[in-house]
């Protein structure tokens, strides 16, 4: 989940890039029902959040996203 203005959006999306992991841009500014989705599975409603196979990732947190899509 993220929003155009957000520059640990783009953080994140390099990292997945790099990494060559698919995903699923989802930007909440646009679908207030997003960002509803976004709040229940997170319950923030800011991003970034990244839901990986339902492990949610709440902002740019390098760590857990290494850890939890099996990074180096």
Do not use: H, W
């Amino acid at each position: 989940y993220t929003a155009p203005a957000c520059p640990f959006c783009v953080m994140v999306k390099k990292v997945l890039e790099r990494n060559n992991v698919a995903f699923t841009e989802v930007d909440v500014s646009k679908d207030n029902a997003l960002a509803e989705e976004l709040l229940k599975i997170s319950g923030q409603t800011g991003v970034p959040v990244v839901d990986a196979g339902g492990a949610v990732i709440i902002g740019y947190n390098l760590g857990k996203l290494k850890e939890v899509l099996k990074l180096n």
